[in-house]
């Protein structure tokens, strides 16, 4: 049902304000006219207008989501469908629009919930949306202005070729977000009648773009936040978008251009190899360190892979080409682009400059395309990499269709040139938490040990920046200790990116981390370890338990330990000589 406000009685629309709200049914409260009269002052934030006209308000009831959901359980509910707009003043026609999922006021708990986006979607639709309204909170998520709820951030950042469109850049980095929350925050207090000095509680949740726009949050407005769930997040972006290309240029330095099912097969043999090394066979390569330091890659050349031909169709809305069967044994040239890909980008000096995906996380950025003419396997370029190069580096200026000329040294330059134009903006890792611990606040932060898109370390990186930086005067264990009292790492085994592992169907998957999260901030439950469910296969439903940073797992006769090993923790720091600045 859907409805404007021109064709619902305003009668009905105008009851619920008079008696108390938590008594209200969705029928009394989601009108438009009871909206209207909720919405804050049209300059609660300066320079932003509010367009009350632009109301509109919808009853969904008993919608259902789960059970195998990654970021929360199996729900029923009911909400009010929210969308509204505002404008920044300065700015002619501009228009943003933000979307608020409100529970039925007697599910209502004073809490709000804020959801970002991935690649350059600042929003998932709608999908983050249940994760709030289940545990009786607003849900929100905003469009940035850029032109609609299914427009990217990259369509909206060229005013023309050479010239960025600044309000774009710096909405997608952060404001946006704050301007989703502040007005969520505000209409929620309204919308429900709370009473001021009632505590709203605010938390956010979102993984990969939806994990940097946290952090965009966190590291900015640390008072404005009680408590944030953050996956696997696209931070340090110069870096981690440039590093989508290190594989490509391994494959052309090395003039080797595997089939995909020849690194498959690798990623296969790793898996059965290092399964163990935790000590539990169960398909799941729970410690990929304890993989790097023991595992030898060569092990694996000579052995047969096979993959049927496939037909093409399409990936993720794109078409894919057919491909032929692909028939071999794994070569010492294939070995070696694992191996380099491992290691990280390095300068032509042979210096650190970023780092690399674990040992067991598939070679996704590989990725070579067939050339049926030539009857080859060739180069394909790496479509965020040469998106963040052509786009944002470039300004529409570079034709990345091929990657002709370009080295590793080409990319520690473009990393660290995009450090520098994007550092107040999209690199988001000021390491600095100050207001938001002294505000009180939380955060679960997890990272998929076998992630094929944002190295897993990368998380690590933030986290011991952080640690590095507040409690400089510790040592390494105590400082880990003060840290994990309010923001804590888990690094989820065998886990993909932002996502279950088919390769590794029995990892555990944390659905429940907002419930976690709750606990911790309103009830002073501080986890121990991460709850979490293995979300596919033959254990589907089961719990597990996730080490906390710097702790990893190890099975003893079947039982979970999380130990200390110095050895293993190391082999997640690198030393990022080749770059002659702080990389937090
Ligand atoms: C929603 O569920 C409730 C409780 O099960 C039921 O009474 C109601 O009829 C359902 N409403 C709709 C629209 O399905
Ligand atoms: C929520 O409202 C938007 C805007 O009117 C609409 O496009 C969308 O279909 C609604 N969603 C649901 C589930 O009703
Ligand atoms: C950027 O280049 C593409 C073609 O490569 C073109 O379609 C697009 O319009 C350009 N963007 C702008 C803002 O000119
Ligand atoms: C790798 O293992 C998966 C099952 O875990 C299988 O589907 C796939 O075919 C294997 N790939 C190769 C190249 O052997
Ligand atoms: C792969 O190639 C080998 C040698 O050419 C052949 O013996 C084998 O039957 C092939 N396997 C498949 C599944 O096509
Ligand atoms: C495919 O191979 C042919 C023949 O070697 C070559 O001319 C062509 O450029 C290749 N196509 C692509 C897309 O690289
Ligand atoms: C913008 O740049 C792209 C190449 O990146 C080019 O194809 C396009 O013609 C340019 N547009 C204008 C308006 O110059
Ligand atoms: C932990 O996860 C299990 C399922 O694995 C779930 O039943 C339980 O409610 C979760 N606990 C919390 C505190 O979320
Ligand atoms: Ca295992």
Redesign the pocket.
């Known amino acids: 049902m859907r409805f404007h406000a021109a064709s619902w009685p305003s009668i009905l629309a105008v009851s619920a304000s008079a008696g108390t709200v938590a008594a209200a049914s969705l029928d009394e409260v989601c009108t438009v006219n009871y909206i209207k009269s909720k919405l804050p002052g049209s300059q609660f934030i300066q320079g932003i207008t509010l367009d009350s006209s632009s109301v509109i308000a919808n009853i969904v009831r008993n919608a259902s989501v789960g059970p195998t959901e990654s970021f929360y359980p199996a729900a029923t509910f009911s909400y009010c469908n929210l969308t509204l707009a505002y404008s920044h003043d300065a700015r002619a026609g501009d228009r943003v629009l933000v979307q608020y999922w409100l529970p039925e006021p007697a599910q209502f708990q004073n809490r709000y919930l804020s959801s970002g986006g991935g690649g350059y979607a600042i929003n998932s639709g709608t999908q983050s949306l249940p994760g709030g309204v289940m545990y009786g909170a607003v849900a929100g998520r905003t469009d940035g202005g850029f032109g609609g709820f299914s427009v990217q951030a990259d369509a909206a950042m060229l005013l023309?070729?050479?010239t960025l469109d600044y309000e774009t850049l710096y909405m997608f980095g952060y404001k946006a977000q704050w301007e989703l929350s502040q007005i969520g925050k505000q209409l929620t207090r309204k919308f429900f009648d709370m009473k001021d000095g009632t505590k709203l509680y605010s938390y956010y949740q979102g993984c990969s773009e939806g994990g940097r726009e946290g952090w965009s949050q966190i590291q900015r407005f640390g008072d404005e936040w009680d408590g944030a769930a953050i996956g696997a997040p696209a931070f340090r972006w110069s870096f981690q978008q440039t590093q989508h290309l290190y594989s490509n240029i391994v494959t052309q330095t090395l003039g080797y251009y595997p089939p995909p099912c020849e690194m498959d097969k690798i990623v296969n043999e790793t898996i059965s190899a290092c399964d163990v090394l935790d000590g539990l066979k169960d398909g799941v390569v729970s410690r990929s360190d304890l993989c790097q330091l023991h595992f030898d890659l060569s092990s694996v050349v000579g052995k047969p892979y096979y993959c049927p031909a496939s037909a093409g169709g399409f990936s993720f809305g794109m078409p894919t080409a057919p491909t032929p069967a692909q028939n071999g044994t794994v070569s010492e040239e294939a070995v070696e682009v694992a191996r380099e890909v491992i290691r990280g980008l390095r300068d032509s000096q042979g210096r650190q400059v970023y780092l690399s995906y674990q040992t067991g996380a598939t070679f996704a950025d590989v990725n070579t395309e067939y050339n049926s003419s030539s009857d080859k396997w060739e180069l394909s370029v790496n479509g965020l990499g040469a998106e963040f190069i052509?786009l944002l580096l470039?300004k529409?200026?570079?034709?990345l269709s091929n990657l002709d000329g370009v080295t590793y040294d080409t990319l520690k330059n473009w990393m660290i040139g995009g450090m520098q134009e994007y550092y107040s903006t999209l690199q988001t890792t000021w390491p600095d938490l100050t207001p938001f611990h002294q505000a009180g606040g939380k955060v679960i932060h997890f990272h998929g040990e076998a992630d094929n898109s944002i190295p897993t370390a990368s998380s690590v990186r933030y986290w011991e920046s952080v640690r590095n930086i507040m409690y400089p005067h510790l040592s390494y264990k105590d400082g880990a200790n003060a840290l994990n009292d309010w923001y804590q790492l888990y690094l989820v085994p065998g886990a993909a990116h932002c996502a279950t592992n088919p390769l590794m169907p029995n990892g555990p998957f944390p659905q429940t981390n907002l419930q976690v999260l709750i606990d911790w901030v309103e009830k002073d439950v501080k986890p121990v370890t991460l709850n979490a469910t293995v979300l596919q296969g033959d254990h589907l439903g089961e719990n597990r338990q996730i080490c906390a940073w710097p702790l990893r797992p190890l099975w003893k006769h079947g039982n979970l330990q999380c130990e200390y090993d110095q050895k293993s923790i190391d082999t997640w720091h690198y030393d990022l000589k080749g770059v002659p600045m702080p990389v937090y």
């Open positions: 023309a070729n050479g052509a470039d529409n200026g570079t034709d």
